[in-house]
T-cell receptor, first 116, second 108 residues
């Protein structure tokens, strides 16, 4: 079974430029998560999708970040414009559902973003 | 107070020893608890999940949960150099909250 796929794996951009990350979850997983992980910290949730609906985006900085999950499968996370403080690893994860809060989340390899 | 707290380490143990990793959480109504291992430059991978008080064993790993004390631990028996990684504690109520991780080094 293929795992969570993310691209690109690495991205270097100058500040104020836009950037986009793509994620394809494990087949059949309804729930998709975007996390940001800063160096030396644990992942922090940015947004959670149940199928195509964003059910928790309270931690997403909406002035510059946007996300979509058209058709409830793959997802794109965008930053426009990027700031120096956005340098981090952006992780996508998926799970079957969130019913009972016991569903295991499986992480993709992440996209390492460096903003210069 | 952070929602999930872990000692950042580094924790260093000799090969073959028991490594003990600890985690406390602030939200008493948290329902499920996870330990993830993260190698440098890699993404987190699940080691153990635990949902009820007590111990849960899987091979060399034992997770312990004490909801009254809001405490979760992970024991690694017969530690191997390949266990050297950062161990993330995660707590799930409405969404997953991660600790900052404890860096474990197992010395040959």
């Amino acid at each position: 079974e293929a795992g969570v796929v993310q691209s690109p794996r690495y991205k270097i951009i100058e500040k104020k430029q836009p950037v986009a990350f793509w994620c394809n979850p494990i087949s059949g997983h309804n729930t998709l998560y975007w996390y940001r992980q800063n160096l030396g910290q644990g992942p922090e949730l940015l947004i959670r999708y149940e199928n195509e609906e964003a059910v928790d985006d309270s931690q997403l900085p909406k002035d510059r970040f946007s996300a979509e999950r058209l058709k409830g499968v793959d997802s794109t996370l965008k930053i426009q414009p990027a700031e120096l403080g956005d340098s981090a690893v952006y992780l996508c994860a998926s799970s079957l559902t969130t019913s009972g809060f016991q569903e295991t989340q499986y992480f993709g390899p992440g996209t390492r973003l460096l903003v210069l | 107070q952070k929602e999930v707290e872990q000692n950042s380490g580094p924790l260093s143990v000799p090969e073959g020893a028991i490594a003990s990793l600890n985690c406390t959480y602030s939200d008493r109504v948290s329902q499920s608890f996870f330990w993830y291992r993260q190698y440098s430059g890699k993404s987190p991978e699940l080691i153990m999940s635990i949902y009820s008080n007590g111990d849960k064993e899987d091979g060399r790993f034992t997770a312990q949960l004490n909801k009254a004390s809001q405490y979760v631990s992970l024991l690694i028996r017969d530690s191997q150099p390949s266990d050297s990684a950062t161990y993330l504690c995660a707590v799930n109520k409405n969404d997953m909250r991660f600790g900052a991780g404890t860096r474990l080094t197992v010395k040959p």
